[in-house]
């Protein structure tokens, strides 16, 4: 996939499939050295609130699973400053050990930097 | 122009599949060449050679073998997303000890690596998803 | 051919991969076990890194492919481990493959 | 330019919406599926922006009589601004 893709990130984790599938699909990219960059957006920042324990519901943790991506090389993320505002979730929270959050003001500018945005 | 497209969204659970078909056909139609269709979460029921719809209702698997004999489009279901959902070629079926082989013809499991090679191969990557 | 064997006097499912069908299973015993059918003769440079990843699987939730296993490694023991040559040399053919099997993490599924 | 296709109905999801937020100027829009319902002339097609599109299939199957102020397309038309426009995103 590699710098010229970016995966948007919109759903948020355990309702849908799609949120760990989207970071499977990020995962196995940069394993082969493709990695994407990724911007969480709309439901999708949810993935990037601490104190997930889905044991219950028979889920793995899909936050846990985000913070191994700095050792698959991706140590940056985009998040949308105005997805979160929304929410109520303050930046503070969102921290992803090992992971620098780049918060975006103008998402559209950053998606125009992309020849592919693979949404998930 | 070179277009590749990925399918989240299963046959007859919404209409996503459907667009999914038919902007696929438009995309030939039009002179372009299609790449690589990557079926990925719920769209890898794509790959099931086993639905059987009604005949009046739209037949979701015929067109896209058609698609494949004629313009040689790879068909490409994710193994991953497809191991969870049951759907299976025979060296699968029998390495995870399951009693049938569904895979159809024209389809090939395939890794994520081949989501990355379509985007990096292609000029446009189109996504059809949502139920 | 789906097997059972007996380890520690406790009867252990397997798969005709040989993986465990209960990743509970696992013990050091069955680890030994699992080697001896990939022709691997556990040392302590193998159990460093079966350790490893299995303390990755439990921060993580994931087993690793290989290139976060020779970086994960590679913090925690040292540059000179964290090559994947090294890894080659402990658990041939595939680093990963094999030893997530013998760490007792779960199947692989051949995405990659 | 970015070319963004919304499936969503508005009344239902935020894809519509995250979308209006993220587009930038000189973007593209295309509704299709049961995003077409957003471009009913009796609904809130007036905040639409400039260059939205409208499936004329996905419109005509729901009955769905599109505003004036957007442009009905077909399949080819669409392949057409997808290679007018990069990236392509998907919002559903």
Known sequence: MSTHTLALCRQAPYGSALAREGLEAVLAAAAMDQAPDVLFLGDGVFQLTADQAPQEIGQKSLYRNLQALPMFGVERIYVCRQSLADRGISTESIAVPGIEVELVTDPGALLARYQHVLSF | ?131 | MSKSVTIEGREIALDKEGYLRNLDDWSPAVAEYMAETEGVELTEAHWEVLKLMQDFYRQFELSPAMRPLVKYVGQQLGADKGRSIYLMQLFPPSPARVASKLAGLPKPTNCL | MALHIVNRSPYRSSALRDCLNTMAEGDALLLIEDGVYAASASAQAGAMPAGTYCLGADADARGVSVSDAIARIDDARWVALCVEHTPVVSWF
């Open chain 2, 1 to 131: 122009m070179k277009f590749s497209l990925v399918v989240y969204s299963a046959p007859h659970a919404g209409e996503a599949a459907a667009s999914a078909l038919r902007f696929a056909r438009a995309v030939v139609d039009q002179g372009h060449e299609l790449y690589r269709v990557f079926f990925y979460a719920d769209g890898v029921h794509h790959g099931s050679a086993l639905a059987a719809p009604p005949q009046d209702e739209q037949d979701l698997l015929t067109p896209w073998q058609e698609l494949r004999q004629a313009n040689d489009v790879d068909l490409v279901v994710c193994i991953a997303a497809a191991q969870r959902r049951g759907v299976l070629s025979h060296s699968e079926a029998e390495r995870l000890e399951r009693p049938a082989a569904n895979l159809a013809d024209g389809f090939e499991l395939g890794g994520l690596g081949q989501l990355a090679d379509a985007t990096a191969q292609s000029d446009r990557v189109v996504t059809f998803g949502g139920q």
